[in-house]
C-alpha cells in the first residue's frame, strides 16, 4: 500500500541563503501498541483486541529476549542486534565506561514502504518554532535514537530556551507512562537559536518517548507573553 506523507517548509537558519528550505513533517500525534491494535480493530480485524494485546506483548518480549541472547532479530520491519561499547580496562565490565546497546534499523519491509511513500508539500509553515531532528552524539544515529549518559543535538529553528514561564524547557514525555522528564538546566550545554546540546542522563528510564521544547524566544531581547511549543515529528528512543 503506497502512503503520501504531508509536510511543511521552514526556513533553514543554518545557512546564510534565504532560499534555502528544510521539510517538516506534519505531525499527527503519537499512538502505541493499544493505539495500534484500535486501528487495526476499527479495520474490521476479527480477533479479540486482548488476545491480540497479549501476542504482541509476548512478540515484543521474544523479540528483546532473543537480542539480548546475542541473536540477531530480523522482524521484517526492523533488525535488533547487542552492540557493546566502551573501553574495557582490566579485563573486566565496568557499567561506569561500558554500555550495551541494541541498534534497531530498517528491515526490508519498512525500507520497501519507505520508497514507495510520496511527499506533498503544503507550503511554507508559518510558526517560526520546529524540531528538525535530533542525532545521538555517541553513534551518530538520527533515526531517534539517543543514549543515556551520552549527549544528543537537537537542530531547528527558534529552538532556544528562554523566558521566564515555568513550563518553558526541553520535555520527554514517557508514552508508555504518560510521565514527563524535564531537563534541567546543567544538561542543556548548548542553547542557541537553531541547535540545543542535551545531556542526556544515565538514570533516565529507557522507553519510547515524545520530545518538545517550551519557549518564549523571539529571536530579539523580548521574550514572547506565552510560551509556543515545539514537538519532534518522530518519536524518541532512550536506550
Known amino acids: 500500500m503506497a502512503h503520501k506523507l504531508k509536510a511543511w517548509l521552514v526556513k533553514n537558519n543554518l545557512t546564510p541563503d534565504p532560499t534555502d528550505y528544510v521539510g ?3 505531525s499527527f500525534g503519537s499512538t502505541s501498541a493499544e493505539g495500534l ?3 487495526l480493530v476499527n479495520d474490521g480485524m476479527e480477533l479479540k483486541r486482548e488476545t491480540v494485546l497479549d ?3 509476548r512478540y515484543n518480549r521474544k523479540c528483546i529476549d532473543m537480542a539480548l541472547r546475542g541473536y540477531n532479530v530480523n522482524t521484517g520491519l526492523v533488525h535488533l542486534h547487542a552492540t557493546i561499547k566502551g573501553v574495557f580496562h582490566n579485563k573486566t565490565w565496568n ?14 519491509e519498512l525500507r520497501k ?3 514507495a511513500t510520496t511527499v506533498e508539500i ?9 524540531i528538525f531532528g535530533i542525532t545521538d552524539m555517541s553513534t551518530g544515529k538520527i533515526d531517534g ?4 549518559g551520552f549527549n544528543a543535538e537537537i537542530k531547528g529553528t527558534y529552538i532556544k530556551v528562554a523566558g521566564d514561564d515555568p513550563t518553558v524547557g526541553v520535555y520527554l514525555r514517557n508514552l508508555e507512562t504518560d510521565d514527563d522528564f524535564k531537563f534541567p538546566a546543567v544538561n542543556i550545554a548548548l ?8 545531556l542526556v542522563p544515565p538514570t533516565l528510564t529507557e522507553g519510547t518517548y515524545e520530545l518538545r521544547v517550551v519557549t518564549q524566544f523571539t529571536g530579539s531581547n523580548k521574550t514572547l507573553n506565552h510560551p509556543r511549543i515545539a514537538t519532534l515529528g518522530v518519536n524518541v528512543q532512550v536506550v
Not at 122 to 130: C, S, T, V, W, Y
Not at 145 to 148: A, G, H, K, N, V
Not at 191 to 198: A, F, G, H, V
Request: aromatic share 0%.
Open 24 to 26: 517538516m513533517v506534519e
Open 37 to 39: 491494535i484500535d486501528e
Open 55 to 57: 501476542v504482541v506483548t
Open 95 to 108: 557499567p561506569e565506561t561500558n554500555l550495551l546497546h541494541v541498534s534497531v534499523s530498517q528491515g526490508a
Open 113 to 115: 514502504a519507505v520508497a
Open 122 to 130: 503544503m507550503g511554507e509553515h508559518a510558526d517560526p518554532i520546529a
Open 145 to 148: 535514537t539517543i543514549t543515556r
Open 191 to 198: 542553547n542557541e537559536r537553531s541547535r540545543l546540546l542535551l
